[in-house]
């Protein structure tokens, strides 16, 4: 079965410091992968997502994620940490499910990211 | 365009009553999703609808029922809240079921069983 892991379950971070928010994935077959972030009392945002091609990933609000398919990892980052970035992250593999080109989210359990002035 | 809503975006309710979620999307995404929101969880998987006319179970259907009422909306039903019920509940959308499709999110309604 597919799942996703964040083992950290918060990072903390200085203001203009680089961050990394971990995840791994297991999945059998090609990876479909996914960063949401969740800022307080507000839905899921759509951040970036893995599907095929260049490893290193760029989205939403400078962040990007880097795809390492020896590590099993697909790890979130952003060069210059912004006090707004605080937030929870949610990391998720997409369920290859009953018919293998279809399936559904899998998440993470989320890190929260808190970014210090 | 407002994307998902949700409604309402709280609730209280007593053990044993009953309530329905609304949810609304206008992207015209086939397909339709309900999440709950637990900490130390991340989001589960309560039903889905690849599109119109169609429903699925997901990871933890029990307790709920879900109307994809038509393309636009789908609407998740608790007919006798328990306070294990007690949660955040997001409904989502895509354009299909395939795997590199993104899911967008609603803003939650935050559900209370007393």
């Known amino acids: 079965a597919q799942s996703v892991a964040q083992p950290e379950d918060q990072v903390n971070v200085a203001e203009g410091n680089p961050l990394t928010v971990k995840c791994t994935y297991s999945v059998s077959g090609n990876p479909y992968l996914f960063w949401y972030v969740q800022y307080p009392n507000r839905g899921l945002q759509f951040l970036l997502k893995?599907?095929?091609?260049?490893?290193l990933v760029k989205g939403s609000y400078g962040f990007e994620a880097e795809f390492n398919k020896s590590q099993t990892s697909f790890h979130l980052k952003k060069p210059s940490a912004l006090v707004s970035d605080s937030a929870l992250y949610f990391c998720?593999?997409?369920?290859?499910?009953?018919?293998?080109?279809?399936?559904?989210?899998?998440f993470g359990k989320g890190t929260k990211l808190s970014v210090k002035p | 365009n407002a994307g998902v809503t949700q409604t309402p975006k709280f609730q209280v309710l007593k053990t044993g009553q009953s309530m329905t979620l609304q949810c609304a999307q206008d992207?015209?995404?086939?397909?339709m999703y309900w999440y709950r929101q637990d900490p130390g969880m991340g989001l589960r998987l309560i039903y889905y609808s690849a599109s119109e006319g169609t429903t699925d179970k997901g990871e933890v259907p029990n307790g709920y029922n879900v109307s994809r009422l038509n393309k636009r909306e789908f609407s998740l039903r608790l007919e006798s809240a328990a306070p294990s019920q007690t949660s955040v509940y997001f409904c989502a959308s895509s354009d299909s079921l395939q795997v590199t499709d993104t899911q967008y999110f609603g803003p939650g309604t935050r559900l209370t069983v007393l």
């Open positions: 992207m015209n995404h086939n397909s």
């Open positions: 998720a593999v997409r369920d290859k499910g009953k018919r293998g080109s279809q399936g559904n989210l899998i």
């Open positions: 893995y599907i095929t091609g260049d490893n």
